[in-house]
């Protein structure tokens, strides 16, 4: 218990008893009141001893914006990404809350449409992980730069960190798709000055032992490498955000 908890409880019971001790009605009564007395100050104690104390650090809550990749598409819920990622937290002693705000399917046109909303949540830092399903779908890569631009700047401006994540274009839409497509990325991280993973599914991509059948989501081996790739970004990400929690 905590002593200043137990010295609260310490000082009711001695009041207690010094009100009693002028005007007692009978020994027995006296004896039942006191234990009475004890007791209640005793669960008070533990009560105290319960609520956190003013100003204690809660832990950071970290929001995930991206698609099927962050989403954990075909994996058990505790595969996916952000639940892997919340686990690894925790073993490098980080306390975090990853907020999943992975939806399958989408685009980095459906990730600015939404990211008002998502920041909703509060979070202290973000990630943002979109653009394979831009790719996938051969979408031309400047829509792809101000959906993205716009997203980073209304994180920017709601005063929080950022990780912007990468992707590649896939090899069959060409050299010159690719060199533009594969561009915005570093771009943009270099504009809004935030830092920058450069590829999500490095180490994964093209290797079917760590794929689903599809070829193009990782399974749950696939998602551990990501994670163990790309934490040293989250933590760095999250050692921003604790300072600039401790400023405010």
């Not at 399903?133 to 101000?146: E, H, Q």
């Not at 950022?162 to 594969?182: H, I, K, S």
Request: charged residues 20%.
């Amino acid at each position: 218990m905590d002593p200043i908890n137990s010295h609260r409880a310490a000082s009711l019971t001695d009041g207690a008893d010094r009100a009693v001790s002028s005007d007692r009605p009978s020994s027995q009564g006296y004896v039942a009141f006191s234990r009475l007395v004890n007791a209640a100050a005793l669960a008070l104690a533990v009560l105290l001893s319960a609520v956190p104390p003013s100003g204690a650090a809660q832990p950071l809550r970290l929001l995930v914006l991206g698609d099927s990749l962050t989403a954990g598409y075909g994996l058990a819920a505790e595969d996916a990404f952000t639940a892997r990622l919340g686990a690894a937290l925790k073993a490098a002693g980080r306390d975090a809350t990853v907020l999943n705000a992975g939806v399958s399917g989408d685009t980095t046109a459906g990730g600015r449409a939404r990211i008002g909303w998502a920041l909703a949540d509060r979070p202290d830092a973000v990630i943002v992980e979109l653009g394979a399903n831009d790719g996938l779908r051969g979408l031309d890569p400047r829509a792809t730069r101000d959906n993205l631009d716009a997203i980073l700047a209304t994180v920017r401006a709601a005063g929080l960190p950022v990780l912007l994540t990468g992707m590649l274009a896939p090899p069959n839409l060409g050299r010159d798709y690719a060199e533009d497509f594969n561009a915005v990325y570093p771009r943009l991280a270099e504009k809004h000055g935030v830092p920058f993973y450069p590829f999500f599914l490095a180490g994964v991509a093209a290797r079917p032992e760590l794929n689903q059948d599809d070829g193009i989501h990782p399974n749950a081996k696939g998602v551990k490498v990501i994670v163990e790739r790309i934490l040293p970004y989250v933590l760095d990400l999250l050692a921003r955000a604790g300072e600039r929690a401790d400023r405010s």
